[in-house]
């Protein structure tokens, strides 16, 4: 083992993993986090925290991740690119390692003109590829990017992102190639609602070898309403909703229902995919649904079967 992360040592057992997103507050209120918490626990096996979602300012990922670990779940911290220069990024692993994270998601994280500062300027000194390849050898060398040695390393677990959906399509799964290369361990994708097109990505990440060697969740969100799918389909960049998906929403008479029901159908699809490690659930503010999400879908902590 790498880290002691327990979601590591769920995957590496062969075991079908399930996390879920848990979003920080716009305030100081720890209580939201202790609250969101006590609904996933024991549902997942880990709940990432994001990181200024959507370019929008946030209590702090690493905050918010030990008030997780208070509550004895385990976080994956997100770390995004657009706020730190490398000197910043290296210092909040080692402080983030030092309070207990195991798991960290590199990401090179959304524009700042599409969140509430749309005037601040945004960093990028580092993209998640190169993050990734910082990260690894802070843990595996050890040593900071300047080469320096350093004393205690930070045993994290190195997940990063996929979007099996945009453009150019065949790229996909050589742009995941490379992250591979450069030190993730696990890989959560863009949410998954055409599973045939998804099914593709899969075949393609088979064919150069990276199932063998990074874990692959699939990323799965229920939908609200017929008005959030039609949302998600036309103006989120890289999301690829079907036609029968938003259709199926428009004619159910409880729409969070028909959307929880659809979200379990695709776990079972994606489930049976090979090389599918586990799934991601992106309940949004809507944490309440995982529970039942779940529970339809057979799923426990760590657990291999149905």
């Known amino acids: 083992m790498k880290s002691g992360s327990t979601l590591e040592k769920v995957l590496v057992a062969g075991n079908f993993a399930v996390t879920a997103e848990l979003g920080p507050p716009k305030g100081a209120d720890a209580q939201v986090i202790i609250d969101k918490a006590r609904i996933l626990s024991g549902h997942v096996d880990a709940v990432n925290i994001t990181d200024n979602q959507t370019a929008i300012a946030r209590m702090s990922s690493m905050a918010a991740a030990k008030l997780v ?150 990323g799965v969100a229920p939908l609200k309403s017929a008005g959030m799918a039609k949302y998600m389909k036309n103006r989120v960049a890289g999301m690829d909703v079907p036609d029968a998906v938003v259709k199926r929403m428009e004619d159910a008479t409880d729409a969070a229902e028909e959307g929880i029901d659809i979200c379990v159908e695709i776990i079972e699809q994606v489930r049976a995919v090979e090389g599918v490690s586990g799934v991601h659930i992106m309940a949004v503010e809507w944490e309440e649904a995982v529970p039942e999400i779940t529970a339809r879908a057979g799923l426990k902590p760590g657990s291999a079967s149905l």
């Open 69 to 218: 670990i208070e509550q004895g779940m385990e976080p994956i911290m997100q770390m995004t690119c657009r706020d730190r220069n490398r000197l910043a990024m290296q210092a909040d692993i080692l402080g983030a390692a030092a309070l207990g994270v195991k798991n960290l998601l590199c990401l090179t994280g959304d524009h700042q003109s599409f969140g509430n500062h749309p005037k601040s300027k945004g960093v990028y000194d580092l993209d998640s590829v190169t993050l990734v390849r910082m990260v690894k050898d802070m843990r595996d060398v050890p040593a900071f990017q300047c080469g320096e040695e350093i004393t205690v390393a930070p045993e994290l677990f190195i997940g990063a992102a996929a979007n099996p959906y945009a453009d150019p399509f065949p790229f996909r799964a050589i742009r995941l190639a490379k992250k591979v290369e450069a030190g993730i361990d696990f890989v959560q994708t863009q949410i998954v609602y055409n599973t045939e097109k998804f099914a593709e990505f899969m075949a393609q990440c088979r064919e150069l070898g990276i199932t063998e060697r990074c874990h692959i969740l699939a």
